[in-house]
């Protein structure tokens, strides 16, 4: 039986990404901007690139931002769309969906920021990471981080240890971008739509 899925559409998504990396695996997405468009959907895909502030003004505007902390079915976040999810973040400063607790924190300065390019994942235990091995390669772009908490279901080393995921409930996140990870997202994207 095919599912609705759709990606939430708030002006600093990677929707072409999102978008071709599912229809690689078969699965044709629909786009989220309202409230109304959540009503029906197995799962929600939450993305985002670019900065924390303005994208959670959008989500606000638009009251997507209870709607999807109000969502029962699985959820998704991806990068800026994970890091929405927290309390609160030293991006902006602004307040988070606080679905996840913890604040979002900057780098430091004595590493190169952005965290660019391929690292590890370790410490899995999640049935997104079925089949993925421990120290398996993953794409990241970030200035920020969530700490590592109780929620944490993998993690990553660049200058300190931080969350590269996290699960609450019905509510995943992943800080690096599973649609720009090769087999391994595709692996990771495969697993969440099998939630």
């Not at 939430?8 to 078969?26: D, E, F, Q």
């Not at 468009?37 to 606000?60: C, N, Q, S, Y």
């Not at 920020?144 to 993998?154: G, I, K």
Request: hydrophobic share 40%.
């Amino acid at each position: 039986m095919s599912q609705c899925i759709k990606i939430i559409h708030y002006k600093a998504g990677n929707i072409a990404s999102v978008t071709h990396a599912l229809s690689r695996l078969g699965v044709q997405a629909g786009l989220a901007t309202s409230p109304d468009h959540l009503k029906g959907t197995d799962k929600l895909i939450f993305p985002g690139v670019g900065h924390a502030k303005p994208a959670m003004e959008v989500l606000r505007q638009t009251g997507m931002n209870e709607a999807i902390r109000n969502y029962r079915n699985p959820v998704l976040g991806i990068c800026l769309g994970m890091q929405l999810m927290a309390e609160a973040s030293e991006e902006g400063p602004m307040e988070g969906l606080g679905i996840f607790p913890g604040s979002i924190k900057r780098f430091s300065d004595e590493v190169k920021v952005p965290h660019m390019g391929w690292n590890s994942l370790h410490e899995l235990s999640s049935p997104l990471f079925k089949g993925v091995n421990e120290g398996s390669h993953v794409y990241f772009v970030h200035s920020y981080y969530l700490p590592v908490s109780q929620f944490a279901v993998a993690s990553c080393e660049y200058a300190t240890r931080f969350t590269a995921s996290i699960a609450k409930d019905n509510f995943f996140g992943v800080q690096f971008h599973p649609e720009k990870s090769g087999t391994t997202g595709a692996l990771i994207l495969k697993n969440f739509l099998a939630l």
